[in-house]
């Protein structure tokens, strides 16, 4: 009993200490940017919200982080239907390298270095806002807004994003600059 008690315990402490980091993070409205930038994976409802600030004139440009993966590509049909087909805007699809948060952040600076771009929103899932934060800010000192997709998320998926955020948080601590 007092192992199941225990268990108990540590589940109820992990999700507390996680809460502010992956459950509420910080993030901003959608807001004018010069780009808005779908990391991956592009699920259709980050990119439908990306199109939307575009058509609502809050900026000019789509950047897309798509895998070449075919299995992962036919997963994707809105943010493949977004890069390959013609667009009334702007849109700039590639894999980064690593196709991992890092690559993204360094293609989101060698972008707004080659476009002049000052801000660019980033879109993303809840869990996954504060670490893109801490990642992005090491790679661009630009002007940053973190929109959060409020794609709704499944409990095993919750839990599946605590293991994978904190596993991950601290390969990011481990590494140093961009």
Known sequence: MRIVIGMLACGVLAT??????YVAPAHDEPR????????G???DERIALAEGMVRDGLADTLVVSLGEDPVERSQRPAAVRACEEPQDFAVL???PDPFATRGEARWLRDLADEHGWDAVAVVTTTPHLTRTRV???????????????????WPWQWAYQ???QTAAFAKVAAQDGC
């Open 41 to 43: 994976p592009p699920t």
């Open 93 to 95: 699809c590639s894999e």
């Open 16 to 21: 507390a200490l996680g809460w502010p980091f």
């Open 162 to 164: 605590y293991a994978y």
């Open 135 to 153: 990642i992005m800010e090491r790679c661009w000192d630009g002007d940053l807004a973190y929109i959060d997709s409020e794609e709704r998320l």
């Open 32 to 39: 004018d940017v010069d780009a808005v930038y779908v990391i």
